[in-house]
Structure formats: C-alpha cells, structure tokens
C-alpha cells in the first residue's frame, strides 16, 4: 500500500483544468494567478490544485484508505466522455459552439455526479466543515479526523445533490468575454457557505464554467419561479457584464488559486468584489434564453470580439434609474433570502445540516 498522505490528490480534476490549458508536448500548461491577482504563472495542470493525501481517511477500525479519491476517478472517467460529447463535436468554423439541447439522459447523468462531486470535494468545503464541527485547526497527527468528517460527509450527500441537479433546469452559454475557473470550481450563487447544501443547490443558481468561453447555468427555484422560460433546458449567451460579475465570483469563492486559459486571460478587468469582512457578494442575474435554431459560430472560441463588434457593456441608465435598479435588485434578493431560510429549516433533515 501506497504510505499515507504521500499520494498527490488533485482537489480540481485535471480532466477538467486541460479544458483550459494550452495543449504542449510536455501537456497542457495552464496560467494561474492568487486569488487577489497579486501574482500569475503558467504552470503544468498536473502541478496545479494538489496536495499531499488530501483524500485519504480512515476506516472505523483506523485502517488508512483512499477509496474517495478511487471513487472521484471514476466518476471523472464517466464525466470526461459527457464533456467531449457537449463541447467537441463541432470542428468547422460556422459550426455551432453551444451543443444541441438538452443533452442526452446519460450525459446528463454523467455531469450532475461529477458537479455534486466537484461542490463536495473543495478545499473550501472541508473548511467549512471543520469551522462548523469546532474541528479547525488540528494539528498532526490528529488532521486525520478533519478528512475523515469531510470524506464522511461527501459520502452522505453527493448522490442526493446529485439528483436534485439532474433534476434542474439546465442552461448552456457562451460569453464573447473570456470565463476564468478556482479551485472552487462550481458556485452555488447566494448559498456557497451555507451549512444545508443540498437546500443551497436547490433553490440557488448554479454556474459551472465549461472553458473560457462556454459554461451551464442552473437557473434554481427562484430564478424559475420569476421566468417561466428558464423551468425547461435552454441555451443563452451571456452579456460581457454578465461574464465579468460570474469571474468576480469566481474570485471570491477561491482559496487558493483561480485558473484560465494563457491565451484567453480575463485578468485585466477581473475585480475581487469581498466587502470589508469578507463575505461573499449576493447575486441576482436575469438573461435572455436563445430562441430555437440561434447560435454561436465556432470560430468565436478562438477569435475575440473586438470593440467594435457589438456593446460595450456600459450602461446607459441614470444614476436615478440606476438607483432604482439596484434598490430594488436589492430588496428581491432579501425576499429570496428569507423565502430560502424558511424552506431550508422545514425541508431537510437536521442531519444534513452541517
């Protein structure tokens, strides 16, 4: 048996960060920056986003495993051959970038395994969870007790969250401005920290960026609630605002490291949006679905719009408008925040809650 704590575990699948990454022949090299975007580097994937026996644990008589990390392999195997089936199949430059819709049920299938996977398995979760265990901050050789409730907890909830985001409306996009992933690869918007997950992935919207261009979009039950066309599978494409907000998130949730492609670096107008005591910002985002037999040329992958090409994203509202807007953005969010509260305390069983 391989000693414990001296397996590299990779906390983001390399599967997934070679989406963006630059093909070379030593593989795939990926730029990589803080998630303040104090400092960036270019690295190998295989070289980003491990650490030592992450996933090892142990069994109740104290034997050491690695049956989490054999089990992520597995559904990583599965979910690699849904990720070339929605992304790869267009070659030709007029081809259409977004796949058809919705995708089969075994892709689907396939995808919402590995999204529960990927909400589970962060650096971020197993923080939270010790933070809210009292469990923090152990030190060897007790650190074992930290993985061991992490591991135990993904165990007990990754099929369920699983089958509430099969369950979901799905959305598939393209933003013309370049996407950036983390170390906390999938965002649960509004619902990220929250100590009832499963209620989280439910009722909040869910985004996944697939490559520097295209991502799903999980619109959850408040946000279908409000527009009856987001209830159904659809494809949309995202406004540049649109873009810069969900790489805001994206910053804010990381850890460590955010991640994008060296050619297609969003970095220049990347903002971390925190406020003064760290709190993750609240999102409310509306978007319009692409009406059928609308798409997005494939060579828009590889070739940036340029100023000229369409809207700049500022807007042309006055500050009154403006004022009016976000007061009351401001006060739909509350609504949906209590409104989340009250199902989150009455729909889920105190055990989950953690």
Request: hydrophobic residues 40%; glycine residues 6%.
């Amino acid at each position: 048996m391989v000693p414990v704590g001296s397996t590299r575990d990779h906390y983001v699948p390399q599967m997934y960060l070679r989406r963006f990454g630059r093909p070379r022949s030593s593989g795939h090299q990926i730029a990589v920056s803080t998630r303040d975007l104090s400092k960036s580097f270019v690295a190998s994937v295989g070289d980003v986003a491990v650490e030592s026996g992450f996933y090892w644990g142990t069994d109740v008589d104290g034997v050491p495993h690695h049956h989490m990390e054999e089990f992520f392999s597995a559904i990583e195997g599965t979910a690699t051959t849904a990720f070339r089936s929605i992304l790869d199949r267009g070659k030709r430059p007029d081809d259409d970038a977004l796949p058809t819709w919705p995708p089969r049920a075994d892709v689907r299938l396939a995808l919402s395994w590995w999204i529960s996977a990927q909400i589970l398995r962060t650096v971020r979760q197993r923080t939270r969870l010790a933070i809210d265990a009292g469990i923090a901050g152990i030190q060897l050789p007790d650190e074992i007790a930290v993985a061991n409730h992490h591991l135990a907890y993904i165990a007990e909830m990754i099929q369920p969250i699983a089958a509430t985001i099969f369950s979901r409306p799905w959305g598939v996009g393209f933003s013309d401005y370049c996407l950036l992933t983390s170390d906390v690869p999938v965002l649960v918007l509004n619902g990220q920290d929250h100590t009832d997950q499963e209620a989280a992935v439910d009722y909040w919207d869910v985004y996944l960026p697939l490559d520097p261009h295209r991502c799903l979009y999980l619109p959850g039950r408040a946000s279908s609630s409000a527009d009856r066309r987001l209830r159904s599978d659809h494809r949309l494409k995202l406004h540049p605002g649109h873009a810069m907000g969900l790489n805001s998130a994206m910053l804010d949730a990381s850890v460590r490291h955010v991640f994008f492609h060296p050619a297609h670096d969003p970095t220049p107008k990347a903002e971390p949006a925190l406020d003064l005591e760290s709190n993750l910002p609240r999102f409310l985002m509306n978007y319009d679905v692409l009406a059928p037999g609308f798409g997005v040329q494939q060579r828009w992958l590889d070739v940036h719009p340029s100023a000229s090409d369409g809207p700049t994203g500022r807007s042309t509202l006055t500050e009154d408008d403006t004022m009016a807007l976000v007061t009351g953005m401001a006060a739909e969010l509350e609504r949906r925040g209590k409104r989340f509260q009250e199902l989150a305390d009455s729909d889920r069983p105190a055990s989950r809650r953690q």
